[in-house]
Every structure is written in structure tokens, then in C-alpha cells.
């Protein structure tokens, strides 16, 4: 049964995130990125990882997908017109993920554990308050510091978007 | 039941699609997102080897997990000005297209 | 106010005041004046008010270099304090009091210069320097005061910068002053090396005589290259040259930096190392015969000198050379420093009638085209004779008992050096008569000689203040208030009436020689020429510094730039000019090289 439902979500993953890159729209590579995320949340809760669940379908599929297609919509990009493929694109493009692919494959299969199954943890586990603790425990002063970067990051995007006065 | 090998194919399926589409689109949003991608690809392996090793005490890794959240934080920061960036760079050269981009060449 | 406060105040108004003249006195010439003369009054009042309390206990100290562990086997430990004692007390007074007149008189003498406000900030950071150099309690910070005091020479001196004589004067005065500071430098780092420690209190009480007992040369060593500090800022032979030049800086800087204070910084020092260098007997008859040659020498230079400030300068010279020696043939400090003490009254008082007769001059400097100027400026008259008195020793002036005082010692220590002081005391007679009698006696020489005019009350005021100080400086009360000082035992009867005589002789021949004289009626080239040093220097720097310095340009042009700059500098254009072809400027083949390398470093780092 899980390991179905596995199946069925990393297929789903995996062919929307083809999608994103075969698409010719913007728009649909947005709308399938949206759900390449989804099947990432929900193979995250496969993983019982609920709260990282969340957060994926409420930042990158909700706020971050937004954006796209706002800045999409603000550009008004139209489907891009064929332009003549590059073979040496191409050919470098598969040189790479050919060596990516086979790179992976050779770290996992001499990975020590890769073929364990899910070891048992204890049942019915509050996960966000375990990811709380963790975070304002161990990780304050990062947590603090990462506030302090989306600050510093929403200051800069005004700026750069501001048009030039002049 | 699956193993970590089968989260890990998938994390590096993802990652290699997202290159993939870096390497290949010529549209600097679609670039953008394949980007994301990769990001995505690295969270999903980190949180698989946080179930797949749990602590002594029984519970998974959540230190993994709040990696996780960071890159999570990050990216939508990334997200906003990188997208910032690419608005500006279209009211400057009226393109998306990376080709038509090349100033900083010799 | 109490005693721990009071050094640091009077260190550092100077400072403070020099600092706003710098930025706020460009527009008002009264501020920078009034700002000047305020912190050398203030500084001279607390003077006073600190020379008249005891000593204090205990002196606020900072801790500021600190170095050292066991395990380099050394310790330096070097703070930021002040020493008030008898002697620095002593200074304290004579410098803020001389500057504070000094500084009053500068108004009249520079009222009409360029660059009022330039002068003043100068004046004021040397006085901070020169009060650093005497408050200073170790030797480090007494040598970055001693270059402060350099580098504000140089700045007054060049205050006519446009001049090129003004300029090249600076200059010379700061390299030549290097060259005596390096010797000083080596001097302390010997002693820190030698005894480890470099605070005053700890050297000269004893304890770091006592530990250069097991080798007495390393004290020596060490005695004779502080030494060469005093060579230099006190101008002794061979480094005085740059003491005349100086020269060219304006009056009252010549007044307080180059006859009063800071050449006395030499002297001072000494007296400062006192105990150490009573323990070593080799190193005071090298500075007894420094002192007594560059006595005698500057005093014959001075005869044949035409230019009033320079006949001032190496009467300068040769009196900081009796001090010299009386440092080296004294029992103590104190016949030395009541000198030191007399004659920056009345050295100071005569530069500043020269610098009033300078200005009733229109800034006429040759001897030869002044005189009959006693009916046009009887004040200056009066009182540059006063000061004239007091440096030929005549009897009842300060100079006579300050002088005959280092003489007596001179002569039953260093017999041969003792009567060689005994002549340049007549010969000092001599050229002091000579500048008074052609400047103010006589007949007019020229048509500013006719038209010169007394200089204003802001003038002749510090003259008349410095006037009483030079007459009576040197009386018994006087020298009892300041000093401890004592008479030699056994002094020839005969020395006395000799140096009376002598007096008589210097005076009256050269009254005589000179009272209708229309030009210089003795011409002897060798001292004219200042004993030909200056043209051995101007030789010795042209043909081997000026050789030496082609080789090295040569070596610099063909093998430092050629080897070590041009060719690498085109081994890296060229090959950045190769690696430009990569840079093609599209996104993408960017990420495909970043993957190629991470697919590289992968298979690298993990599978090897």
C-alpha cells in the first residue's frame, strides 16, 4: 500500500517536472510546477515529515507559485515562438545529466543502507511541536539571522522594483 | 515498503530534470523554476534521510527537517528578489530571453 | 586641581588648541592667536602653580604597549605617564613661560604674514610636543614626542614653504635630525635589550645601572647612541648644520623652537639620564669632547657670520655645547640645566630683538646694511643690550654665573676642554660686541637703516618681561629657588681674572674694530665659510649618496621593474587574455561548465 502511494506521487512529481521543462507556455510550466510541488508534499508525507508537508504546499506551491505567475502576468509573456534548437545545447545538456545520472547512481548504490525500509518510530508524534523544539532550541540564532534575511531581502526587492526617479 | 534508494532516485530524477531545464530553456523564468526544482530535489532527499536514520530516542532527525525549513525560508527570500532582478532586467532590455542577454561577454 | 591632573592638563591644552586653530582658526585671526596664547598661559600658570607644590606621590599612569611572555624571554610593558619631578617641573616652567611671550610677540612680528593661522596651530603642537618631551616617563614616549618636536620644527620652519631656501631648510632639518633620532632609537632599543626595561624611574635609580654591571661596554654602547639623539636635536658637531638653516623660519619660531626650547631638548634628555651616564666614564669624555669642539668651533663660525640671525644661530650652538659639556664634567645635572635655564631667557630675549629689528627693518637680515639704529629703536636697543651682556658673561648678568659655573668644572675635569671653553668665552664676547656695534651703532648703512621704525607695544612688551629673567636670572636667590647646584673644589685661582680679561679683550676690540666700520674689516674664509662642513656635506651626498642612488635606480629600472614587475605582469595579461575567450557570455554555457565541474569534483572527492 505505501509503497504505491509512493509510486503514484513520484510519478506525479516527476512527470509535472518534466512538464515544467517541456512546456512551451510559461503559464503551464507554472500551473505544472504548482503540482510537481504537490507530489513533493506529498511524499514529504510519506516520510511523516506533516509540518515540512505544510509549509511546501503553503510557501512554494501557494506564495512562490503566486509570484511567478504574477510577474508572469506582469510581463505578459505569451508562448515563446520556436526558435531554432542549438544542437551544442543540447548535446552538453545531455553530457551533463548523463554524467548527473550516472554520478547519483553510483553514490547511492554504494550508499551503506540504501535498501532499508522505514525503521519504526514511535506513533502518533506531534511533528511540529518536535520542529519547534528543534528550531528554538537548537537553532535560535539562525532562526533569528533568517529573519533577518527576509527583511533584508524584502528591503532589496523594493528597491530594485522602484522605478527610477528621475 | 520503499526503501531510501527509491526517495534518493527520485531526489536525483528531480534535480537532474530541474538542470535539465536550466541547461535548455531559453526563458529566465522557466530557468528560474527549474532552479526551484533543484532545490526541491535537495529537500526531499534531506528529509528522507532524516525518517530513514532516526535518533536513540526514536524520533526522526528533525534537525534535517529544519534544515529543510530554512532552505524553504531562503528560497521564497531567493524567490522574491531574484524575480525582482528579472523585472528589472525587463524593463531595461524589453527580453526574457538569456540569449539576448550576453553584455558581460568579451 | 591636584598633582595628578595638572601634567595632563598642561599636556594636552596645547594640543586641544592646535587641533581648533587647525579647523575653525582659517577665518579669524584673533581666535587663532587668542586660542594659542590661552593654552601656553593656562599651561604656564599650572606650571608654576605645580613647580611650587612638592612632589607628588604618585602620578596618573597608562598602561599602553603591553608584550611578552615567558616563553619569548622578554617583557615590554611601556604605558603613557608622566614624570614630575625637580627637573621636569623645571622645564615645565621654562618652556610654558618663554612660549607664552613667545607666543604674545608672535602677534606683532606676523600680523602682516601669510598663513596666521597655519602658524599658530604649529606653534601649539610644538608646545604639546615639547611638554610631551619633558613630562615623558620612559623612553618610548619620549622619542614620539622628540619626533613631534621634529616634525613641528619642519612645519614652522617651512613656513614660507613658496621660498625654496625656506623649503630646503625644513628639509634638511628633518633629514639631519633622522639621522642623530636613528642613533636615539638604537640607543633605547640597546637599553631595552640590555636592562629590559625603559622607564626612567627604573633605569636611573640604581637598578639598571646595576644590571649593565656584569658588561659596563653594553652601558656604554648604549649611553653614546642615545647620545646621538642629543647630536642631532641639540645641533652639536657634526650634525649642526641644519641649526643655522633653520634659520629661515620666522623669527619667534627661531626664538622658541631653535635658541630657547627645543634645541634644549638635547641638553634636557641628558639630564634626564644623568645616573646612567655618571657610570659611564668613557661615554662623558666622548660627550665632553663633542660639547667642548662644538663650542669652540660654533664660536668662530659666529664671528665671521653676516646675516643677524644666523650669528645668533651658532652662538646658539656653541652655548648648547657648554651645556654639553657640562653635562659630561659636572657632579650634577643641575650646572648644566641652570644654564639651559639662563639662556633660554636671555637667548630667546635677543632672537626676539632681532626679530624686532628684523621688522623695523622691512625684513632686512645682513648686519651690513643696518646701523645707527639705536636713535630709532631705543627700546630694542636697551634691551637687546641686556640680553648681548648676559650671553658674553658679563659680570652681574645671568650668563656670567650660569656659564663661569660650567667652565670652572670643565676646566679642573677636562683641563685641555676647560681652557678651550675659556677662549670661545671671549671669542663669544667678541662676536656679541660685533653684532650689537654694527647693528645699532655707527652710521646708517642703507635706506631702510634711515627709515626704520620701533616695533609696537605687543612687541616690545614679552621683550621687556624676558629682559628682567635675563639680568637676574643667574643671582644666587635665583639658583638657590631652582637649583642644587655647587662650585668645583680646586679651581685654578687664575681662571676667574682670565675669564674676566678675556671678556675685556672681546669687548673692546671688537668695539673698537667695528664702531665706524662701513664693511667687515677681518675676512678669515675658513670661518665665513663655517669651517667648509657644509660644502663636505654638499660633497659627500652628491658624489657617494648621488652615485649610489644611480646604481640602485639603474638596478631598480632594469632589474626590479624589468624581472620582479613587467614580466609577470605580462605572464598574467597573457594568460588572461587567453582565458577571456572563455567568458561567452550566455547563462547557459556557464551552467554547463558549473555542472561539468560538479560532476568532476564528485567523481574526484567520492570515487577518486
Given at each position: 500500500m505505501s509503497l504505491a502511494l509512493f509510486w503514484i506521487f513520484a510519478i506525479l512529481t516527476l512527470l509535472f517536472a518534466v512538464g515544467v521543462v517541456v512546456f512551451r507556455s510559461p503559464v503551464s510550466s507554472a500551473m505544472s510546477l504548482v503540482m510537481s510541488f504537490v507530489g513533493l508534499a506529498a511524499l514529504f508525507v510519506t516520510l511523516d515529515a506533516f509540518f515540512i508537508a505544510v509549509v511546501q504546499v503553503l510557501v512554494y506551491a501557494g506564495a512562490v507559485m503566486v509570484l511567478f505567475l504574477f510577474i508572469i502576468m506582469l510581463l505578459d509573456l505569451r508562448t515563446e515562438e520556436r526558435r531554432p534548437v542549438k544542437l551544442a545545447a543540447w548535446a552538453g545538456g545531455g553530457i551533463v545529466l548523463a554524467g548527473f545520472l550516472v554520478a547519483i547512481a553510483r553514490v547511492i548504490s554504494s550508499l551503506p543502507g540504501a535498501t532499508n525500509t522505514k525503521p519504526e518510530i514511535l506513533p502518533g508524534l506531534n511533528d511540529v511541536a518536535q520542529v519547534g523544539v528543534a528550531l528554538f532550541r537548537n537553532f535560535n540564532l539562525p532562526f533569528q539571522i533568517i529573519g533577518v534575511l527576509l527583511l533584508v531581502a524584502t528591503i532589496g526587492v523594493v528597491v530594485l522594483s522602484r522605478r527610477e526617479l528621475k | 515498503m520503499p526503501t531510501l534508494a527509491h526517495y534518493l532516485y527520485v531526489s536525483g530524477a528531480l534535480f537532474s530534470i530541474g538542470l535539465l531545464g536550466v541547461l535548455l530553456r531559453r526563458n529566465i523564468l522557466i530557468i528560474f523554476m527549474g532552479l526551484e526544482l533543484m532545490l526541491n530535489a535537495a529537500n526531499l532527499s534531506l528529509v528522507a534521510f532524516s525518517r530513514f536514520h532516526p535518533g536513540l530516542d526514536g524520533l526522526p532527525g528533525y534537525n534535517a527537517q529544519v534544515l529543510v525549513f530554512f532552505i524553504i525560508t531562503v528560497a521564497a527570500a531567493e524567490v522574491a528578489v531574484g524575480l525582482a532582478i528579472i523585472v528589472a532586467l525587463f524593463r531595461a532590455k524589453q527580453t526574457v530571453h538569456v540569449e539576448d542577454l550576453d553584455t558581460l561577454k568579451f | 586641581m591636584n598633582t595628578l591632573i595638572a601634567p595632563w592638563i598642561i599636556l594636552f591644552t596645547p594640543l586641544a588648541a592646535a587641533a581648533v586653530i587647525l579647523f575653525v582658526g582659517r577665518h579669524s585671526k584673533p581666535l587663532s592667536a587668542g586660542l594659542a596664547i590661552g593654552s601656553a598661559a593656562v599651561g604656564c600658570l599650572l606650571s608654576w602653580w605645580l613647580f611650587l607644590q612638592p612632589d607628588p606621590e604618585e602620578v596618573l599612569r597608562f598602561p599602553w604597549i603591553a608584550i611578552g611572555d615567558s616563553w619569548l624571554q622578554m617583557n615590554l610593558s611601556i604605558p603613557i605617564g608622566v614624570t614630575v619631578d625637580h627637573l621636569s617641573k623645571l622645564m615645565l616652567v621654562v618652556v610654558t613661560t618663554i612660549a607664552t611671550l613667545v607666543f604674545t610677540y608672535s602677534i606683532g612680528y606676523m600680523k602682516t604674514e601669510e598663513g596666521y593661522w597655519r602658524y599658530f596651530a604649529g606653534l601649539s603642537l610644538f608646545l604639546f610636543s615639547m611638554l610631551g618631551i619633558v613630562l615623558a616617563d620612559n623612553f618610548v614616549m619620549m622619542f614620539i614626542f622628540w619626533e613631534l618636536v621634529g616634525l613641528s620644527s619642519y612645519i614652522l620652519i617651512g613656513h614660507y614653504f613658496r621660498k625654496d631656501s625656506a623649503a630646503d631648510a625644513c628639509k634638511q632639518a628633518f633629514i639631519v635630525n633622522r639621522v642623530g633620532d636613528f642613533g636615539f632609537l638604537l640607543g633605547i632599543l640597546f637599553l631595552w635589550a640590555a636592562t629590559g626595561t625603559l622607564m626612567f624611574g627604573d633605569l636611573t635609580s640604581g637598578k639598571g645601572i646595576a644590571l649593565f654591571a656584569a658588561n659596563p661596554i653594553y652601558l656604554t654602547v648604549a649611553c653614546l647612541l642615545i647620545f646621538c639623539g642629543t647630536v642631532g636635536k641639540s645641533a652639536q658637531m657634526p650634525l649642526h648644520v641644519w641649526l643655522p638653516n633653520s634659520m629661515e623660519g620666522p623669527t619667534p619660531v627661531s626664538s622658541l623652537l631653535h635658541a630657547a626650547t627645543m634645541v634644549a631638548a638635547g641638553v634636557y634628555l641628558l639630564a634626564r639620564i644623568f645616573?646612567?651616564?655618571?657610570?659611564?666614564?668613557?661615554?662623558?669624555?666622548?660627550?665632553?669632547?663633542?660639547?667642548?669642539?662644538?663650542?669652540?668651533?660654533?664660536?668662530?663660525?659666529?664671528?665671521?657670520?653676516?646675516?643677524?640671525?644666523?650669528?645668533?644661530?651658532?652662538?646658539?650652538?656653541?652655548?648648547?655645547?657648554?651645556?654639553?659639556?657640562?653635562?659630561?664634567?659636572?657632579?650634577?645635572?643641575?650646572?648644566?640645566?641652570?644654564?639651559?635655564?639662563?639662556?633660554?631667557?636671555?637667548?630667546?630675549?635677543?632672537?626676539?630683538?632681532?626679530?624686532?629689528?628684523?621688522?623695523?627693518?622691512?625684513?632686512?637680515?645682513?648686519?651690513?646694511?643696518?646701523?645707527?639704529?639705536?636713535?630709532?629703536?631705543?627700546?630694542?636697543?636697551?634691551?637687546?643690550?641686556?640680553?648681548?651682556?648676559?650671553?658674553?658673561?658679563?659680570?652681574?648678568?645671568?650668563?656670567?654665573?650660569?656659564?663661569?659655573?660650567?667652565?670652572?668644572?670643565?676646566?679642573?675635569?677636562?683641563?685641555?676642554?676647560?681652557?678651550?671653553?675659556?677662549?670661545?668665552?671671549?671669542?663669544?664676547?667678541?662676536?656679541?660686541?660685533?653684532?650689537?656695534?654694527?647693528?645699532?651703532?655707527?652710521?646708517?648703512?642703507?635706506?631702510?637703516?634711515?627709515?626704520?621704525?620701533?616695533?609696537?607695544?605687543?612687541?616690545?612688551?614679552?621683550?621687556?618681561?624676558?629682559?628682567?629673567?635675563?639680568?637676574?636670572?643667574?643671582?644666587?636667590?635665583?639658583?638657590?629657588?631652582?637649583?642644587?647646584?655647587?662650585?668645583?673644589?680646586?679651581?685654578?685661582?687664575?681662571?676667574?681674572?682670565?675669564?674676566?680679561?678675556?671678556?675685556?679683550?672681546?669687548?673692546?676690540?671688537?668695539?673698537?674694530?667695528?664702531?665706524?666700520?662701513?664693511?667687515?674689516?677681518?675676512?678669515?674664509?675658513?670661518f665665513a665659510n663655517r669651517l667648509y662642513i657644509d660644502n663636505l656635506y654638499d660633497w659627500l651626498v652628491k658624489n657617494i649618496q648621488g652615485r649610489g642612488a644611480a646604481v640602485l635606480s639603474w638596478a631598480d629600472r632594469w632589474i626590479v621593474d624589468l624581472f620582479i614587475v613587467q614580466i609577470p605582469s605580462k605572464i598574467v595579461w597573457g594568460s588572461g587574455f587567453v582565458l577571456r575567450f572563455f567568458q561567452i557570455g550566455n547563462i547557459q554555457a556557464y551552467a554547463f561548465f558549473f555542472g561539468l565541474g560538479v560532476i568532476g569534483l564528485v567523481h574526484f572527492l567520492i570515487f577518486r
Open positions: - | - | 645616573p646612567i651616564l655618571e657610570a659611564a666614564p668613557h661615554a662623558l669624555d666622548v660627550i665632553a669632547w663633542i660639547g667642548g669642539i662644538t663650542c669652540f668651533a660654533a664660536a668662530l663660525m659666529a664671528t665671521q657670520q653676516n646675516d643677524i640671525k644666523r650669528i645668533l644661530a651658532y652662538s646658539t650652538i656653541s652655548q648648547l655645547g657648554y651645556m654639553v659639556l657640562g653635562m659630561a664634567s659636572a657632579s650634577s645635572a643641575d650646572v648644566s640645566m641652570f644654564h639651559l635655564f639662563t639662556h633660554a631667557f636671555f637667548k630667546c630675549l635677543l632672537f626676539l630683538c632681532a626679530g624686532s629689528v628684523i621688522v623695523g627693518m622691512h625684513h632686512e637680515q645682513d648686519i651690513w646694511k643696518m646701523g645707527a639704529l639705536k636713535n630709532k629703536m631705543p627700546v630694542t636697543f636697551l634691551i637687546m643690550c641686556i640680553g648681548g651682556l648676559a650671553l658674553s658673561g658679563c659680570p652681574f648678568f645671568s650668563g656670567y654665573y650660569s656659564k663661569d659655573l660650567i667652565i670652572a668644572w670643565a676646566v679642573v675635569k677636562y683641563p685641555l676642554l676647560g681652557w678651550l671653553s675659556v677662549a670661545t668665552a671671549g671669542l663669544t664676547a667678541f662676536y656679541t660686541v660685533r653684532l650689537l656695534t654694527v647693528v645699532f651703532l655707527g652710521k646708517p648703512r642703507g635706506d631702510q637703516a634711515k627709515h626704520a621704525v620701533e616695533s609696537p607695544l605687543v612687541m616690545l612688551v614679552p621683550l621687556a618681561c624676558l629682559a628682567l629673567p635675563s639680568f637676574i636670572a643667574g643671582y644666587p636667590f635665583i639658583e638657590k629657588l631652582f637649583f642644587h647646584v655647587e662650585e668645583p673644589t680646586a679651581v685654578p685661582h687664575l681662571l676667574h681674572p682670565v675669564l674676566l680679561f678675556l671678556f675685556a679683550v672681546g669687548v673692546v676690540s671688537a668695539f673698537l674694530l667695528y664702531r665706524n666700520a662701513e664693511k667687515d674689516p677681518i675676512f678669515i674664509p675658513l
